[in-house]
Nanobody, 126 residues
Framework: QVQLVESGGGSVQAGGSLRLSCAGS????????MGWFRQAPGEERERVAS???????TYADSVKGRFTISRDNAKNTLYLQMNSLKPEDTALYYC????????????????????WGQGTQVTVSS
């Protein structure tokens, strides 16, 4: 069973940086795709970034050039480096993992991910 635990959220002023981490159980290594999603109050959960176990990453247009996703397979850990944060980045951020034997491009839909963490809050003030 894959278990995911996020950490690293917090409050920061606009323009600041945060680094999120997601620690996975040993079985996380077997999941091809991992990703970060976020959900603001009253909004749908959306993909921020995802990364295949072999390295191919995908980003939402709204975070390209500001966020970087990375994955340490040896440590079963996923990261999200967030720079130049904006108030619109405020949301609950979730780590997710998916069994995805369909190629290197990880899916962007929430229903494709079977495993989820509990979320970590990111608040960006102006």
């Amino acid at each position: 069973q894959v278990q995911l635990v996020e950490s690293g959220g917090g409050s920061v002023q606009a323009g600041g940086s945060l680094r999120l981490s997601c620690a996975g159980s040993d079985s996380t290594y077997n999941t091809q795709c991992m990703g970060w999603f976020r959900q603001a109050p009253g909004e749908e959960r959306e993909r921020v970034a995802s990364i295949h176990r072999d390295g191919l990453s995908t980003y939402a247009d709204s975070v390209k050039g500001r966020f970087t996703i990375s994955r340490d397979n040896a440590k079963n850990t996923l990261y999200l480096q967030m720079n130049s944060l904006k108030p619109e980045d405020t949301a609950l951020y979730y780590c997710a993992a998916a069994d995805w034997p369909y190629g290197w491009a990880c899916p962007g839909t929430t229903y494709s991910y079977s495993y989820w963490g509990q979320g970590t809050q990111v608040t960006v003030s102006s």
